[in-house]
């Protein structure tokens, strides 16, 4: 059976995840983007009581339980078709819960790397308070929160990768172009 790649990217709030996968994206047709903040957003809306939790994690800015995470994420890789494809997965894996639950449900597919976009933090702010896409937990409040668990919970888990010789870091600053062709020459591609 031939196994999807998995490429994580993970950055802080703001750094330009969903940006440069986006770009991949529109550039290299084998690449699927899956935001696993997307996938939580469109799940909280079920009107279940697991859609309460999320709502709840997400306002508070914490991290929703990786069961839930990984089915998600699972769940939208076998649609997509689990074959072959190149699977870039955004903002995932947040927390040593998501880390070790992901790699004890999916064992078997190979991880080749994490991207890490690098940005300082009154970056992540400016450009979090002016994104305008009506999002509920883009206000000073719940970015702080943010902010908090980032550098809690996440960091750790991009030196985990690193220790793991499977972290591709890069200068987050800069025009989206600019920071793009960091992006493939990181993945190297082209
Ligand atoms: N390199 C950049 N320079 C300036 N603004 C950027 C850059 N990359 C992304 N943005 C903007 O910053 C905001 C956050 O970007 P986004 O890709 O949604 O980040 P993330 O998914 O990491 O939270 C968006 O409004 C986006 O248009
Ligand atoms: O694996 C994940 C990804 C996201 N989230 C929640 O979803 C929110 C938004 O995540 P997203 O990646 O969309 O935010 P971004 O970093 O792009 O601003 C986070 O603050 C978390 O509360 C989560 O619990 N687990
Ligand atoms: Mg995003």
Redesign the pocket.
């Known amino acids: 059976m031939a196994y999807p790649r998995i490429i994580f990217v993970l950055?802080g709030?703001?750094?330009?995840?969903?940006?440069?996968c986006k770009k991949l994206i529109d550039t290299y047709s084998d690449f699927v983007h899956l935001s696993a903040g997307e996938l939580l957003r469109e799940a909280r809306n079920s009107g279940s009581e697991v859609g309460e939790m999320i709502e709840k994690c997400i306002m508070e800015g914490s991290i929703v339980p990786a069961e839930v995470t990984v089915g998600l994420l699972r769940d939208a890789m076998v649609r997509n078709g689990w074959e072959k494809k190149k699977f870039l997965i955004?903002?995932f894996p947040r927390n040593d819960d998501n880390y070790d639950v992901w790699f004890r449900m999916l064992p078997e597919i190979p991880v080749e790397c994490c991207l890490f976009?690098d940005c300082d933090d009154q970056v992540l702010v400016n450009?979090?308070l002016?994104?305008?896409e009506g999002r509920s937990d883009d206000n000073i409040e719940t970015l702080t929160k943010r902010l908090k668990t980032y550098k809690e919970c996440t960091q750790p888990i991009v030196k985990r990768f690193g220790d793991a010789g499977k972290l591709a870091s890069i200068d987050?600053l800069?025009?989206?172009e600019i920071?793009f062709n960091r992006v493939k020459a990181a993945l190297s591609l082209e």
């Open positions: 950055g709030p703001g750094s330009g995840k969903g940006t440069q955004d903002g976009l450009r979090i002016n994104r305008s987050a800069g025009d989206p920071i």
